[in-house]
T-cell receptor, first 114, second 113 residues
């Protein structure tokens, strides 16, 4: 158990819909990272927040957005969903901002778009 | 962004050493090399990272070539629990002087009893 929690574990929805994935980092960790893992592309870094502010951006689509709240939990919002958005979404946390710190990953949310 | 190349799969026997190679010929001077692994149905977990010198920790050793264009993750005695996908990752500085992890597709390691 990494100490990072993600909800829900599974999500099934339809194309065009909007969903919110939630992540609670390890106690004391200030950085949260979001990743997408699909079968054909491996792990793709989406975005990083540090202490409530966006720190780094990866291959995040404009239909996707994220935020980190004052209590340090984070939400990833996915809108206008397409079939290709079906994937595992992982959240990770680390104590500091730098990505040379060890990242602790949650168990993931499996999103299925029908 | 610098990329990594790893074999798709490897096989090992239990209690034998395993050497997992990674090529990163376009690595830049400021890129760190990280290794994570992902056990079945779990999120990735950190294994080790380094910049230029070889590194050791309780899980593994990381051997980095002198020109830094390749590295090898060494598991000294493989166990069945080490069966996982191993990712060799570079951290790349972006325009805002922040780093992001550039993941490849990883090597799927099978460990035979």
């Amino acid at each position: 158990d990494s100490g990072v929690t993600q909800t829900p574990k599974h999500l099934i929805t339809a194309t065009g819909q909007r969903v919110t994935l939630r992540c609670s980092p390890r106690s004391g960790d200030l950085s949260v990272y979001w990743y997408q893992q699909s079968l054909d592309q491996g792990l793709q870094f989406l975005i990083q927040y540090y202490n409530g502010e966006e720190r780094a951006k990866g291959n995040i689509l404009e239909r996707f957005s994220a935020q980190q709240f004052p209590d340090l939990h984070s939400e990833l919002n996915l809108s206008s969903l397409e079939l290709g958005d079906s994937a595992l979404y992982f959240c990770a946390s680390s104590p500091l901002a730098g990505t040379n710190n060890e990242q602790f990953f949650g168990p993931g949310t499996r999103l299925t778009v029908l | 962004d610098a990329k990594t190349t790893q074999p798709n799969s490897m096989e090992s026997n239990e209690e034998e050493p395993v050497h997992l190679p990674c090529n990163h010929s376009t690595i830049s001077g400021t890129d760190y090399i990280h290794w994570y692994r992902q056990l079945p149905s779990q999120g990735p977990e950190y294994v080790i990272h380094g910049l230029t010198s070889n590194v050791n920790n309780r899980m593994a050793s990381l051997a980095i070539a002198e020109d830094r264009k390749s590295s090898t993750l060494i598991l000294h005695r493989a166990t069945l629990r080490d069966a996982a996908v191993y990712y060799c990752i570079l951290t790349s500085l972006n325009a805002g002087n922040n780093r992001k992890l550039i993941w490849g597709l990883g090597t799927s390691l099978a460990v035979n009893p």
